[in-house]
């Protein structure tokens, strides 16, 4: 926890407790649906948690901003956004339903009215959004096909609308073959010191 606090000062009492909780809650869930790796579970804060806030790092999603999480998994890096951005609508969208039923306990136990999960594929989904997330899921390439035409077409935050994604290892292939026309690569060490993310990086697509 105190992890959070080194990057994240501001975050309020409430904030804090729902963190807090929700390492507890993953741990319990994980030994029934495995939906971290088990030699990470221990690690949570760092190389999940932490990890997904690196997107809070790089944009202060405005009030009312709407959010796609396209494979949210385990519910990275939607859940942890949501607890940051409460005031923010994020629908979680995974084509395995079990892995939404972790997300849907999570979200009932921490009240999170924010979040809304989806069992279906990202190119299926009817609605529009400022932003769509993405946490290694697929290649870039591939995000950028599944997410076509799901954005709002009017910006309302500082950062227009577009894809953002969590990539790690060498990616320069990856943003080569997408060929959009602005596309930013953003070292997670330039907001977190520690090693885990010496080799990880944010992509951002505008759309």
Request: net charge neutral; with cysteine; aromatic share 12%.
């Given at each position: 926890?105190?992890?959070?606090?080194?990057?994240?000062?501001?975050?309020?009492t409430?904030?804090?407790?729902?963190?807090?909780?929700l390492?507890?809650?993953?741990?319990?869930?994980?030994?029934?649906?495995?939906v971290?790796?088990?030699?990470?579970?221990?690690?949570?804060?760092?190389?999940?948690?932490?990890?997904?806030l690196?997107?809070?790092?790089?944009?202060?999603?405005?009030?009312?901003?709407?959010?796609?999480?396209?494979g949210?998994?385990?519910?990275?890096?939607?859940?942890?956004?949501?607890?940051m951005?409460?005031?923010?609508?994020?629908?979680?969208?995974?084509?395995?339903?079990?892995?939404?039923?972790v997300?849907?306990?999570?979200?009932?136990?921490?009240?999170?009215?924010?979040?809304?999960?989806?069992?279906?594929?990202?190119?299926?989904?009817?609605?529009?959004?400022?932003?769509?997330?993405?946490?290694?899921?697929?290649?870039?390439?591939?995000?950028?096909?599944?997410?076509?035409?799901?954005y709002?077409?009017?910006?309302?935050?500082?950062?227009?609308?577009?894809l953002?994604?969590?990539?790690?290892?060498?990616?320069?292939?990856?943003i080569?073959?997408?060929?959009?026309?602005?596309?930013q690569?953003?070292?997670?060490?330039d907001?977190?010191?520690?090693?885990?993310?010496?080799?990880?990086?944010l992509?951002?697509?505008?759309?």
């Open positions: 926890m105190d992890i959070l606090l080194k990057y994240f000062p501001e975050i309020t409430e904030q804090m407790e729902r963190f807090s909780v390492g507890k809650l993953y741990a319990e869930w994980n030994e029934k649906i495995n971290i790796s088990r030699k990470d579970i221990e690690n949570l804060y760092e190389r999940h948690i932490l990890h997904s690196a997107i809070a790092k790089f944009v202060n999603f405005k009030n009312a901003t709407k959010v796609m999480d396209l949210t998994g385990g519910g990275f890096p939607g859940v942890p956004l949501a607890i951005f409460p005031e923010c609508r994020f629908h979680l969208v995974d084509s395995i339903g079990k892995k939404l039923k997300i849907d306990a999570v979200k009932d136990e921490l009240q999170l009215k924010n979040i809304f999960t989806f069992h279906s594929r990202a190119e299926q989904m009817e609605f529009k959004y400022d932003f769509v997330v993405s946490r290694a899921v697929a290649p870039l390439v591939e995000l950028l096909a599944w997410s076509k035409n799901k709002l077409p009017k910006d309302q935050n500082a950062l227009h609308n577009g953002i994604c969590l990539k790690g290892g060498t990616i320069d292939e990856e080569a073959a997408a060929t959009a026309r602005n596309i690569k953003k070292p997670l060490s907001f977190y010191t520690e090693d885990f993310f010496k080799d990880k990086y992509v951002y697509v505008e759309q």
